[in-house]
């Protein structure tokens, strides 16, 4: 997602494309590969077509550009000088930028909620002693932004 940061994520002011949620997926599935736990991918991807059903579109694409920054962020080992993911969740942070730069300008007011309420228990969970990060906990972070729900101002 580091990565991501840097790349044209302006969103069309119809939201997102179906060939744009493609191929964020595609890129959660690459990532999620790279981590070599096996039980974890065929989990995650036992679980596609529900993360491929939520709606709106514009949630689904949030939801995955998360996910993909939990794979490539938290659970794929960085290189030592790269900065913790909670950098990242700070304002201003990589994903914060990344999940604003997807939601269209005119939607901002009404995602904003959803992107904080997310930060918040990925920051949560990231908080988790590095002994206590198991599957489970792994599962925990995807079912974050799943679980989320779409606010209103």
């Not at 949620?21 to 529900?50: D, G, I, K, N």
């Not at 999940?99 to 005119?106: C, E, G, K, R």
Request: net charge positive; hydrophobic share 45%; proline share 10%.
């Amino acid at each position: 997602m580091r990565r991501a940061a840097g790349k044209d994520l302006s969103p069309s002011a119809d939201g997102p494309t179906g060939q744009e949620v493609a191929q964020v997926e595609r890129e959660v599935m690459a990532a999620l590969h790279v981590t070599r736990r096996v039980r974890l991918v065929h989990w995650y991807v036992s679980l596609a077509p529900s993360w491929l059903q939520v709606e709106p579109p514009l949630r689904r694409l949030l939801m995955l550009r998360t996910h993909q920054w939990i794979v490539e962020c938290v659970l794929t080992p960085q290189p030592r000088d790269m900065p913790p993911a909670a950098e990242d969740l700070k304002p201003g942070g990589a994903l914060v930028q990344s999940l604003i730069a997807s939601v269209p300008p005119d939607q901002l007011d009404e995602w904003r909620g959803w992107i904080r309420l997310v930060v918040l228990d990925l920051k949560r969970a990231l908080r988790w002693a590095p002994a206590m990060r198991n599957e489970a906990w792994a599962h925990w972070l995807f079912l974050i932004p799943y679980s989320a729900q779409a606010g209103r101002p």
